[in-house]
């Protein structure tokens, strides 16, 4: 089973902190992606990789950064936190394009409040 | 560009009822079509998907969808749910040989009552 986890499910900062989200996959998938999740609002994407130091933005990419040093671990990073970035924030990952069962495989969240 | 529309935010559905969840998608080219199930407070998981063949998919939990392409629609259908089908589910879209970055609709919050 594909198994991705996320370092932390919550996570209270404080405006102006700088925030780390790790994320971890088992499966020696290439592609990784973050999103942030809000009610009303489904899943908008952050960023995504589709392999070790490359990284490409998303929707709303606005405020992050991320960083891929290993194919199995994708970190994304809140350089200065503030509170309209508190959300939910799931992290998956999925094979490289072209494979016809690419589904993305969800990490369970990490919960993240700024005040 | 592809979109996805689900067409209920909320959908509230007593026990052992039939329930369908509506999708609709805009796509100039083929699509593979994907629903996840979201249960409170855990990510996301592949409920089923169609990638080419049978319009009608069987996923987990007794779930189904049908593919229909004249009507650009994917609308998933339970026969009879039961309370632990209470969860956000999501529809997504994918073409066929381009970007593998799907794109999801909003999401529809099933609620089932006793």
């Known amino acids: 089973d594909v198994k991705v986890t996320q370092s932390s499910r919550y996570l209270v900062k404080r405006t102006g902190e700088k925030v780390f989200l790790e994320c971890v996959q088992d499966m020696d998938h290439e592609n990784m992606f973050w999103y942030r999740q809000d009610p009303g609002l489904g899943l908008r994407l952050i960023y995504f990789?589709?392999?070790?130091?490359?990284?490409e933005k998303g929707d709303i990419p606005e405020g992050y950064s991320v960083s891929r040093e290993k194919k199995e671990r994708f970190s994304l990073i809140l350089e200065s936190a503030s509170t309209n970035q508190t959300s939910m924030y799931l992290c998956?990952?999925?094979?490289?394009?072209?494979?016809?069962?690419?589904?993305?495989?969800f990490g369970p969240g990490t919960r993240l409040t700024v005040l | 560009a592809q979109s996805v529309t689900q067409l209920d935010s909320q959908v509230p559905v007593f026990e052992e009822a039939p329930v369908e969840l509506r999708c609709n998608y805009s796509s100039s080219v083929s699509v593979y079509l994907f629903w996840y199930v979201q249960y409170p407070n855990q990510g996301l998981q592949l409920l089923l998907k169609?990638?080419?063949?049978?319009?009608l998919v069987k996923g987990i939990n007794g779930f189904e969808a049908e593919f229909n392409k004249s009507q650009t629609s994917f609308h998933l259908r339970k026969p009879s749910v039961h309370i632990s089908d209470t969860a956000e589910y999501f529809c997504?879209?994918?073409?066929?040989?381009?970007?593998?970055?799907?794109?999801f609709g909003r999401g529809t919050s099933l609620i089932v009552h006793p």
């Open positions: 169609y990638l080419s063949g049978s319009t």
């Open positions: 990789s589709y392999d070790v130091k490359m990284k």
């Open positions: 998956a990952s999925s094979l490289i394009a072209g494979g016809r069962y690419n589904e993305q495989f």
């Open positions: 997504a879209v994918r073409t066929s040989g381009g970007s593998y970055i799907p794109t």
